[in-house]
């Protein structure tokens, strides 16, 4: 492993600000790492190398009429999600209707971030339309966990989080409607905010949408903060951005604050089963806390109904996205696809309206709730990292579950509160390859529109975990 794959996408930042390194040479570390690791874990699935070496040159020549030119980012290469168009570039939404598809143009996040500097090489693989809690499609196949080959590295935005966790990039773009970014996060132990509606902006078919959202991806909170400065802000184009003066957001992140009061939970009172190694993973995140001073409880908001309203909201949305397909590519389209946009195609008016007043009840229960705590901390999954070949988890412990998002009830319970949560690694639960372990992930809910203090708790808490700098890792 190259010495400039080990750094962190902050440090490797400050080398191309500093001119001891070249955008050029970065991209040519990366390359050789993909060309090392990919074959095992198959995160990236489409090159750009070439248009990133473009790119790289005209920054480079920028620079050297002005040393202050090159953004945010600098000329770090990065990855996007292969739900997001990169203009020129192949974009199949991991699905056969899409295989051969070449973007014409970019989305706005990869337009905001290529005017900071970032330098995309490849895009990351992802379930069919980003549906699912495990990455895998019949366009490019499976993406595997580089901390063990057996087993899955979760989904929807498991290809930039395998791709982190083995060194491929130093930050990949994420997307999340039900837990897309922190549950493959927590499985490959890294980092990625899932940010308050809005935060980055976004053209939707449904412009007021408060499900789904962009967010950055990193191996360290600070990295990650490095990728939202970058990436928020305002565009009149989506209408739940707004144009209030943010902070930096990687300041936030150097400020490191030990927050005072802590709500702990193990299941948010929505997870149909725990597994063991979680609970002891999570209660072991408590005593760590309650050992630095913070004042920790076991507490969490009224959220019994969140999964309910939640899967009506994206069954609805779903008809949109997929509903059109059904018609000329049913044959093309995974069955969870199908089910999906079926469901929505059945559900009544008076359903969606009672799930969207029901959003506004969670909303207002956890803002409440969080005038009480710093942050609520939880598990991002229910369960440890499965079997690549498992499409997802049917049962665990004996206890079945309903379709192929219940396992992901830790997640979408969240994502209805709209609160900015922050999935980061919190240590391993037994087993793994020679018993080395899998790895733990939690989520960490922040102050409705609270991103600025949850990079602070983030950052405290980071070092608290003390397991970010165990990424990059070789693929085992």
């Not at 492993?1 to 955008?23: C, N, S, Y």
């Not at 939640?310 to 018609?327: D, E, H, K, N, V």
Request: aromatic content about 6%; hydrophobic content about 45%.
């Amino acid at each position: 492993m190259h010495e400039f794959i080990k750094w962190t996408a902050t440090e490797a930042v400050a080398h191309l600000r500093q001119g001891d390194v070249t955008p050029l040479e970065l991209i040519d570390a990366a390359e050789i790492q993909i060309a090392q690791t990919n074959p095992q874990i198959n995160a990236l699935v489409t090159l750009c190398m070439t248009r990133a070496r473009e790119r790289a040159q005209v920054l480079m020549r920028e620079r050297k009429h002005d040393s202050h030119s090159g953004g945010l980012l600098c000329g770090l290469p990065i990855a996007v999600k292969d739900n997001t168009d990169v203009e020129g570039v192949r974009a199949t939404h991991g699905s056969q209707v899409y295989a051969d598809r070449i973007a014409p143009s970019s989305d706005l996040v990869v337009q905001r971030l290529e005017a900071q500097g970032a330098l995309v090489v490849a895009k990351a693989n992802l379930p069919e339309f980003a549906a699912g809690g495990n990455t895998f499609n019949d366009v490019f196949g499976a993406t595997r966990n580089p901390w063990d080959l057996r087993m899955s590295a979760s989904g929807s935005s498991g290809g930039s989080a395998a791709a982190l966790a083995a060194g491929q990039v130093w930050l990949a773009t994420g997307s999340d409607f039900g837990g897309s970014i922190r549950t493959p996060a927590a499985f490959c132990s890294v980092s990625g905010l899932r940010p308050s509606p809005g935060r980055v902006p976004r053209i939707q078919k449904q412009a007021f949408n408060p499900l789904a959202v962009e967010g950055p991806m990193g191996r360290t909170v600070a990295d990650v903060a490095l990728m939202f400065d970058a990436e928020a802000g305002f565009d009149r184009r989506d209408p739940l951005s707004t144009q209030e003066q943010l902070p930096s957001f990687v300041e936030c992140a150097r400020q490191a604050e030990r927050p005072l009061r802590v709500a702990l939970s193990v299941d948010l009172g929505v997870a149909p089963v725990v597994d063991a190694d979680v609970r002891t993973a999570i209660a072991q995140v408590g005593e760590r806390l309650a050992a630095d001073g913070i004042a920790v409880e076991w507490a969490h908001p009224d959220l019994r109904d969140a999964m309910r309203h939640f899967l009506t909201l994206r069954g609805a949305l779903f008809i949109s996205r997929a509903g059109p397909l059904l018609a000329e590519y049913r044959h093309l389209l995974k069955p969870e696809i199908i089910a999906n946009a079926e469901y929505g195609l059945q559900l009544t008016l008076t359903e969606v309206i009672a799930a969207e007043i029901a959003q506004g009840e969670i909303v207002r229960a956890m803002a409440q709730f969080l005038q009480d705590y710093d942050v609520l901390i939880c598990p991002a999954t229910l369960c440890p990292p499965f079997p690549v070949e498992t499409r997802y988890p049917e049962q665990w412990d004996g206890v079945s579950l309903v379709g192929y998002m219940d396992w992901l009830a830790l997640t979408c319970a969240v994502t209805m509160t709209a609160c900015p949560v922050m999935a980061m690694p919190a240590g391993f639960t037994p087993g793994g390859v020679a018993g080395a372990g899998l790895p733990f992930g939690v989520q960490v809910i922040g102050q409705p529109r609270g991103e600025a203090q949850l990079f602070r708790h983030a950052a405290y808490l980071e070092q608290c975990f003390g397991v970010a700098q165990m990424t990059p890792v070789v693929p085992r």
